[in-house]
């Protein structure tokens, strides 16, 4: 039973390099979201989807771009990377985003030198 | 705009001991409030959840509590373990909101 899962698991990247964060669930769930985790700023929302081909931001969405063009896959890009998004990133997944808990990926440790 | 604080930041206690983690939030107006576990490396896995017409919930060892009125919630653990050893988040789910707002952590550990 795999959950979520988040690929890569690390990556560094020189500033200015683009990449692509990828989630897959395989609980069919309908809402999925990328969070970042900063020391000191705790787990903030960056972008999320209510179900397939939706989107929506979060409290910090600049610099990122999202796609949900399959129900079980959502991806996170930064087109320009920026030491500032130097993070853990992870990808949550939920059947009902208010009334069952949501399940977390493992994470991807990002590095933008 | 909702805040979430958890205090203490880090707590270290005896194996064996009943202890409490305090969770408060500024806006009373949420949905539910959730409980998480993080081990060091991985990702949050979810321990309560209590619905806003709740008071509480339990599972096995652990027991969530909720007072809106005051903005307050606690998680009770008994009998600790050193298995328990783990960031502690709190988050809410702000009414009418798809957004968690999670609270910094406190990181438990149990010594043997």
């Known amino acids: 039973n795999a959950g979520v899962t988040q690929t890569p698991k690390f990556r560094v990247l020189k500033t200015g390099q683009s990449m692509t964060l990828l989630c897959a669930q395989d609980?069919?769930?309908?809402?999925m979201y990328w969070y970042r985790q900063d020391p000191g700023m705790g787990l903030r929302l960056i972008h999320y989807?209510?179900?397939?081909?939706?989107?929506a931001k979060g409290e910090v969405p600049d610099g990122y771009n999202v796609s949900r063009l399959k129900k079980q896959n959502f991806l996170l890009g930064l087109e320009s990377a920026a030491p500032s998004q130097t993070s853990v990133y992870f990808c949550?997944?939920?059947?009902?985003?208010?009334?069952?808990?949501?399940?977390f990926g493992d994470g991807t440790r990002l590095s933008i030198l | 705009k909702q805040e979430v604080t958890q205090i203490p930041a880090a707590l270290s206690v005896p194996e064996g001991e009943n202890l409490v983690l305090n969770c408060s939030f500024t806006d009373s107006a949420i949905y539910n409030l959730q409980w998480f576990r993080q081990d060091p490396g991985k990702g949050l896995t979810s321990l309560l959840l209590i619905q806003s017409s709740q008071r509480e919930q339990t599972s096995g060892r652990l027991n969530a509590s909720l007072d809106k009125s005051s903005g307050r919630s606690t998680l009770y653990i008994a009998a600790s373990q050193p298995g328990d050893s783990a960031t502690y988040l709190c988050?809410?789910?702000?009414?009418?909101?798809?957004?968690?707002?999670f609270g910094k952590g406190t990181k438990l550990s149990v010594i043997p």
């Open positions: 609980m069919n769930h309908e809402y």
């Open positions: 949550a997944s939920s059947p009902d985003s208010l009334n069952q808990p949501q399940h």
């Open positions: 989807s209510v179900g397939e081909g939706t989107t």
């Open positions: 988050a809410a789910t702000g009414a009418g909101s798809y957004q968690l707002t």
